[in-house]
Nanobody
Framework: QVQLVESGGGSVQAGGSLRLSCAASGSIFSINAMGWYRQAPGKQRELVARSNDGGSTNYADSVKGRFTISRDNALNTVHLQMNSLKPEDTAVYYC?????????WGQGTQVTVSS
């Protein structure tokens, strides 16, 4: 079992910045990737960014150049620095941990960007 606790999020005006953090505990040795997904009202959950073992990262095209994911393996945390936020970034953001068989989710944190 892996437990994920998120922090950060909130409300910001367009052009502003926010930083999300996620701390993993439990069977952390089984994690091979950590990342962030988001879900806006009426839309499907989508990948925002992911940090894979070995250091590679993946980003949604819509956030490339604005968001940066970083992972601290020593502290079992993953962060998402979000700059130049847009109203379309408004969503519930979920931390995700991928293991050999399956994945785990955080409880979600709301990000609201006003124009």
């Amino acid at each position: 079992q892996v437990q994920l606790v998120e922090s950060g999020g909130g409300s910001v005006q367009a052009g502003g910045s926010l930083r999300l953090s996620c701390a993993a505990s439990g069977s952390i040795f089984s994690i091979n990737a950590m990342g962030w997904y988001r879900q806006a009202p009426g839309k499907q959950r989508e990948l925002v960014a992911r940090s894979n073992d070995g250091g590679s990262t993946n980003y949604a095209d819509s956030v490339k150049g604005r968001f940066t994911i970083s992972r601290d393996n020593a502290l079992n945390t993953v962060h998402l620095q979000m700059n130049s936020l847009k109203p379309e970034d408004t969503a519930v953001y979920y931390c995700n941990a991928r293991v050999i068989v399956g994945e785990y989710w955080g409880q979600g944190t709301q990000v609201t960007v006003s124009s």
